[in-house]
């Protein structure tokens, strides 16, 4: 069965940090490019990051860059997001999406709060 | 960056009716259009990729069609487990996704 796991996440102050990780098992993980998708409580999807299969290829949308770092261990079958400098918008579940074109299987996601 | 609307953001039909779902873009997608299913506490299922390929698994019920600007998501008979929150995304912009603010679709 295709699965994907994600854990780290929780409670953190205005400008801490955390991280997020992501468990695949079921397929050959490091055959595909993986995404970052966050929601925040009661609201839409917005796309966070992107890493290639081989992990040289990354992109991050602009309300992260500069703070949020995507990264893969193909020798894991992991993914990973290292959050600094979180802010209160930084709320959401987060969820590790797999892509083969498009995004075609997601994780239950992680809880991220910015809180004091 | 590509915006996503969709509309309405709520329709209230009772199981057997047809729904009709829109996704409109900013800009042409062409056809680089998914549309996804998320019900309470869980994630986004991929239902329909490129605009009117069903993804696997997906019933017969569910369709897609349009091209350029314009997408419609189509449930020919709603069932009891079709109420749901639906959303569209492009990929035209890859990998700058964007999303539709969400359909939400009701029980009447």
């Known amino acids: 069965e295709v699965q994907l796991v994600e854990s780290g996440g929780g409670l953190v102050q205005p400008g801490g940090s955390l991280r997020l990780s992501c468990t695949a098992s079921?397929?050959?993980?490091?055959?595909?490019?993986m995404n970052w998708v966050r929601q925040a409580p009661g609201k839409g999807l917005e796309w966070v990051s992107y890493?290639?299969?081989?992990?040289?290829?990354?992109y991050y949308a602009d309300s992260v860059k500069g703070r949020f770092t995507i990264s893969r261990d193909n020798t894991k079958n992991s993914l990973y997001l290292q959050m600094n400098s979180l802010r209160a918008e930084d709320t959401a579940i987060y969820y590790c999406?797999?892509?083969?074109?498009?995004?075609?299987?997601w994780g239950q996601g992680t809880m991220v709060t910015v809180s004091s | 960056e590509i915006v996503l609307t969709q509309s309405p953001a709520t329709l209230s039909l009772s199981p057997g009716e047809r729904a009709t779902l829109s996704c409109r873009a900013s800009q042409s997608v062409s056809s680089f259009l998914a549309w996804y299913q998320q019900k309470p506490g869980q994630a986004p299922r991929l239902l329909i990729y490129?605009?009117?390929n069903r993804a696997t698994g997906i019933p017969a019920r569910f369709s897609g069609s349009g091209s350029g600007t314009d997408f419609t998501l189509t449930i020919s008979s709603l069932e009891p487990e079709d109420f749901a929150v639906y959303y569209c995304q492009q990929r035209s912009n890859w990998p700058m996704y964007t999303f539709g603010q969400g359909t939400k679709l009701e029980i009447k």
């Open positions: 890493i290639s299969s081989t992990g040289y290829t990354i």
């Open positions: 999406a797999r892509e083969i074109s498009m995004i075609d299987v």
């Open positions: 490129d605009a009117s």
């Open positions: 079921g397929f050959p993980f490091s055959s595909y490019e």
